[in-house]
């Protein structure tokens, strides 16, 4: 029996040379240590699946691709069997098998999965983590020699590949293992994980590559992504039966329900009387400040379930996170209250249901969600939706639909962007140097910079070179020197900065939460905290928090008496509606408009459908409705494309500016995922402006560019690109700058270039990156397209209606508090219902 210790390896070993030319010649015949693992299956009960066999012979035969089958169906062990008999039998030293994973959290699950089969095997195996959470002893070690088996993020994985020795490190690597990598896809960090696959391949050549996914629609895109452009992927994907049961728990009546956006409060009772602790559930929610509200109104209606109940969010501390964890696995945990950090890759067994509060807003993340619930293969998911305003009970409807249809939205590759190339040519300077034509072709071999133009690809090594001709007088930017037809690093200390700031992900700077008393709480955006006096209370990770001062980008709290006045909200919560929900949805209502309200939420939800029909009309799949009123407010359009916020928003501005090309006027805009609102003090001739050339797709760009402030958008979102690109760092552990600092010395460089590099190719990603995150350009198109070629139905009506009454409530929100926003929804609903009464 080998000797088998997590993150440890045997003294002996050590004096051993971790060398690819120590591998014996040709491959290695893995069939006994298959047979063993086999055996080791058996002995659990269990039996491989075909497309496990499928994935084992695969890579016996040296190919690469993407597994894609439900979750909880055994993709680790499809993807790992192979090469792990790979390693038993060939005797290497070194790193041969890596495992990347999204979630850095889910690091110490995985490699308790990888090091269970060892058990079977006559082999000196070590499996190790090397992540964010990686003690420095460790990683101190690793820097000379790497175990047999990695599991690491794409973040750290960038480290290892800035170590100057990686060539060698990487040499022995036989297989790269990429999980949830729907998750990566459509990012930056995907992009830099296709980078990081590029280089090493150079550095291993014959490595084979296996992605790992359960809810992607282009497979063959996001194979190819995983692979490479070089090689041709192989696609592996079982049609098992692991159904997914979906249901709504429904509101005794739906007149006294919300009708606009809410938390769901008016469900908690009934939901409290749903849960039972004797069958471990998981309570999602879209956003952490509804976690907080959720969590804590659980604990009042049901404080007898105290010791059984949990938060789970990404912002609160990581030892209280995985007590959470370790509780959900030994029974000691019954209910979670959660975020979309329990979404992906750790394996709750134990849970055997999900609730999901309020709309998943996709048919992806419904997907994913469902499938943290008996997480076996097999096993039946079970997914409870739970709306938190009328008009969701549409949406879930719309969902469950789609979901029994298979519908899940597509991921793309982000199209090259260069803040990315640009701190990859600064990694792979510190990783050995490079060449220019070797580095060029390799990342080419990225699906994402498969298009790479040469002037693009020495643009960007200009600019880690100089900063570019504007900043070239400044010492700081010159990132990489050519010496011996090389480009390495200039300088140790440019490279201690670029290690500290290596990564994609991009959000507000947040602030420690800790007590006076001592004690880490957890994270909250350096945006919240500003806005805090002291005395103020909130609540957080459970608790009632008074703040009382903000030093040194940490908050310093203290336990509060009394009633909590407020919650964080963190940036960017807002979950847009999804393309393939979009869509649902408005079949949905095409069905309720021709009297088939058979689905059970759209018979709970008819009283205010009925309410629309009897004000206006159900809008149809093939058309797009529009309704025009007059209030004390003035006048009104509402307009309902189903889009999605995102949409909505790129079209309310863009229609806005074409309507004022028609008359001079000024417009009050609202979006939410259903429509657009536009106000004005003064009649306009919206039924003549409502003709099928206002949604022309003609001049598109340049309309958007002019019905907003582009340039000011730009400037924001060029934060985040100089911050990847390494033009702006946010500053050493111990002196991070803050948010305000950030901000301003990127808002710096970017007047600088304004000015002096107008065509400067990082300003024309910003502007780029603008139209697609805030405005998602493709998308307006093709609605624009849609709306084109849909007869338009304009209906007046005496008020705003149940589709519009939502757009009204998103308007009068920003100038109000929470407490006189409810009462003044209150007031118009209680006014119409009453108007309704006496026309009746």
């Known amino acids: 029996m080998p000797s088998i210790k997590r993150g440890t390896r045997r003294p002996s070993r050590t004096k051993k040379k971790a060398s690819a030319s120590a591998a014996p010649a040709g491959p290695p015949d893995t069939r006994p240590a298959l047979d063993k693992l086999r055996g080791w299956f058996q002995q ?67 490699e308790q999965a990888l090091l269970a089969p060892l058990e079977v095997l006559s082999a000196d195996v070590a499996v190790e983590s090397r992540t964010g959470d990686t003690s420095s002893s460790v990683r101190q070690r690793q820097r000379d020699r790497l175990p047999e088996v990695l599991i690491t993020t794409p973040e750290s994985l960038s480290l290892l590949l800035a170590n100057e020795r990686a060539a060698e490190l990487f040499a022995g690597l036989r297989s790269i293992i990429v999980d949830e990598w729907h998750e990566l896809l459509s990012s930056k960090r995907g992009t830099q994980m296709e980078l990081a696959l590029a280089r090493l391949r150079r550095f291993a050549p014959g490595v084979r590559t296996w992605a790992l996914s359960a809810t992607l629609a282009n497979l063959d895109v996001a ?32 007149d006294s329900f919300p009708w606009a956006g809410h938390l769901g409060f008016s469900m908690l009772e009934k939901v409290g009387a749903w849960l039972d602790p004797a069958r471990s559930t998981l309570l999602f929610t879209n956003t952490r400040s509804q976690a907080e509200r959720w969590y804590e109104g659980l604990r009042f209606a049901r404080p007898e379930w105290e010791k059984w109940i949990a938060l789970h969010h990404g912002s609160i501390d990581r030892e209280e996170r995985e007590r959470v964890e370790r509780g959900l696995k030994d029974g000691s945990v019954r209910i979670v209250v959660c975020t979309s950090s329990l979404d992906l890759g750790v394996d709750f067994g134990p849970v055997e249901r999900v609730v999901q509060v309020g709309s998943p807003k996709g048919i992806a993340r419904s997907l994913q969600r469902a499938g943290r619930s008996g997480h076996r293969p097999g096993e039946t998911c079970h997914l409870l939706f739970v709306p938190t305003y009328a008009l969701e009970l549409v949406e879930m409807a719309a969902a469950r639909d789609a979901l029994q249809r298979g519908e899940v939205e597509p991921r793309l590759p982000l199209r090259k962007p260069l803040d990315v190339l640009a701190q990859h040519l600064v990694t792979c300077a510190m990783g050995g140097g490079f060449t220019r034509e070797a580095l060029r072709a390799e990342v080419r071999e990225a699906t994402s910079y498969q298009d790479l133009t040469d002037e693009e690809f020495e643009w960007t090594l200009a600019l880690v070179r100089e900063g570019s001709p504007t900043l070239r007088a400044y010492p700081e930017f010159r990132r990489v020197v050519e010496h011996e037809g090389r480009f390495v690093i200039a300088d140790a200390r440019i490279g201690r900065l670029h290690k500290l700031n290596i990564g994609t992900i991009s959000s507000d700077a947040t602030v420690q939460l800790r007590y006076w008393s001592g004690g880490r709480i957890g994270s909250v955006e350096e945006s919240y905290v500003s806005r805090l006096r002291p005395g103020d209370t909130f609540l957080f990770a459970g608790k009632r928090l008074e703040f009382s001062r903000f030093k040194d980008m940490t908050a310093y709290v203290k336990p509060a008496k009394g009633k909590v006045s407020q919650t964080p909200r963190w ?28 689905m059970e939420e759209l018979a709970a939800a008819w009283p205010v459908l009925e309410a629309q029909l009897k004000l206006s009309r159900i809008p149809a799949a093939d058309t797009c409705l529009a309704e025009t009123c007059l209030t004390r407010e003035g006048h009104h359009l509402f307009l309902y494309p189903f889009e999605g916020r995102l949409v909505h928003e790129g079209l309310a501005a863009l229609l806005a500016l074409r309507f004022t090309r028609l008359r001079k006027s000024t417009f009050s805009l609202s979006v939410n995922d259903y429509g657009i609102e536009f106000l004005t003090s003064d009649a306009f001739p919206y039924e003549e402006a409502l003709r099928p050339a ?4 003609e001049r598109l760009v340049e309309d958007i560019l002019e019905s907003v402030n582009l340039s000011e958008l730009a400037k924001r979102q060029f934060r985040d690109i100089a911050r990847v690109a390494g033009l702006v760092l946010p500053g050493l552990p111990g002196a991070r700058k803050s948010t305000r600092q950030v901000q301003a010395s990127a808002s710096l460089i970017y007047d600088v270039f304004l000015k002096y590099d107008p065509e400067n190719l990082l300003l024309v990603q910003a502007r780029r990156e603008v139209l697609e995150q805030h405005f998602e350009q493709s998308r307006l198109a093709s609605t624009l397209e849609r709306l084109e070629r849909s007869p338009l139905e304009l209906v007046p009506v005496r008020r705003p209606t149940p589709l519009g009454f939502p757009l009204v409530v998103e308007r009068i929100s920003a100038s109000l508090s929470n407490e006189s926003l409810l009462e003044r929804v209150e007031r118009l609903k209680e006014r119409w219902q009453r108007e309704d009464a006496r026309s009746a």
């Open 694 to 697: 206002l949604f022309s797709r």
């Open 571 to 598: 940036y960017g919560s807002r979950l847009p509606l999804s393309g393939s929900l979009a869509a649902a949805v408005r079949r949905t209502l095409h069905s309720a408009r021709h009297g088939d309200v058979s």
């Open 223 to 254: 194979a190819r992504a995983a692979v490479g452009t070089q090689v041709t992927p192989t696609l592996l994907s079982a049609d098992l039966e692991r159904p997914v049961e979906v249901s709504t728990l429904l509101p005794d009546n739906v």
């Open 44 to 110: 659990r009960g269990w039996t491989p699946y075909p497309f496990q066999e499928q994935a084992w012979a695969a890579y016996s035969r040296g190919e690469s691709g993407l597994i894609h089958v439900p979750t909880g169906a055994g993709k680790t062990y499809a993807a790992y069997i192979g090469p792990l008999a790979d390693v038993a039998e060939g005797g290497r030293k070194g790193l041969q098998v890596l495992y990347v994973t999204p979630l850095r959290a889910v690091s110490r699950d995985i």
